[in-house]
């Protein structure tokens, strides 16, 4: 493949343009409003419509100098350097980012996932000469269940202990609302509570079309009524004092991180759920077969193993060491 016109460290080097930079930038395109991609302080963003509500609501309005939405599937020409955005299946209005430069052609993933999730828009296979993609859950060992077998498990621990509040640690942007989903899915359509923190997010998933159903702030209601109920909260507080005002809670915990074992038990949780929002070891596999990629660079985690592995296909492959992409301790997707 010819040099390509996309810098290691993610600008568009034809345009001065950075995908999810860590610094603020003049100009940024953004993948998706998690923290370790979504940064505020940049001059000019391009992005969906959705991922633009998301960094207002959780930056506040003025966190970049200018916005401009583009939907997915629309082309945007910038000094000859075509840009599209499609869907990453990560959470509501996740992209990954195709940029075509004489004739070349280029896709950064951001986080994605392709198992359906009624709470984002389904995965996009594109095809491309370059492909950088994240590799979260980048070993062989890493292999996810189906969601819903996980959500059975929870309703079970629920009937059996009707006692007890099940709170369940999720990640504010993204988890929660999907966990809700699952269980509205599964036929679950009892209030489920929120912990504050949980619900300018959930209220902006509603907006945009996300139905979640019976929503309620656990603030409002005494502790007694919360038995048999089940309350999502984010991960760092289902351990501290705010806990204490549910009714002998079973800790739950949502995130991909949960099948492995050791993690689950050191943090004292009780009912892990391996419900992850990103691809697992297969699935990053597929895709690189299937995108026809001659080029892989590897970022945003385990790297080493895919990369060897994508050398194995017959492809040049090799790792991005971005620092700032590591996950903070809230990052439990
Ligand atoms: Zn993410
Ligand atoms: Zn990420």
Known sequence: MAQPFLERNLRIAPIDVFIDPPQPRARAIITHGHADHARSGHGAVLATPDTIAIMKTRYGEDCAGRFQPLPFGEKLDIDGVTISLHPAGH?????????????????????????????????????????????????????????????????????????????????????????????????????????????????LYVERGIPLGDLRHSLDIPKSELAGQIVIAPPSA???????????????????????????????????????????????????GETKASTVWVTHGREDALVYWSQQQGLAAEPLRIEAYEDGPEEVE
């Open 91 to 203: 959470i509501l209005g996740s992209a990954q980012v195709l940029m075509e430069h004489q004739g070349q052609r280029i896709v950064v993933t951001g986080d994605y996932k392709r198992l359906p999730d009624r709470t984002a828009q389904s995965f996009e296979l594109v095809e491309c000469d370059l492909l950088v993609t994240e590799a979260t859950f980048g070993l062989p060992v890493f292999q996810h269940p189906a969601p819903q077998a996980e959500i059975a498990r929870l309703l079970r621990s629920v009937a059996a202990f009707p006692e007890r509040a099940h709170v369940i640690g999720c990640y504010a942007l993204g988890k929660a609302q999907r966990v809700i989903s699952l269980l509205r899915e599964a036929g679950y359509t009892a209030p489920i509570y929120l912990h504050g923190a949980m619900i300018r997010l959930c209220e």
């Open 238 to 288: 289902i351990k501290d004092r705010w806990s204490r005002r549910l009714p002998d809670p079973v800790l739950a915990v949502a995130s991909g991180w949960m099948s492995v074992k050791q993690r689950a038990r050191q943090s004292g949780v009780e009912l892990p759920l391996v419900i992850s929002d990103h691809a697992d070891w297969n699935e990053l596999r597929e895709t690189i």
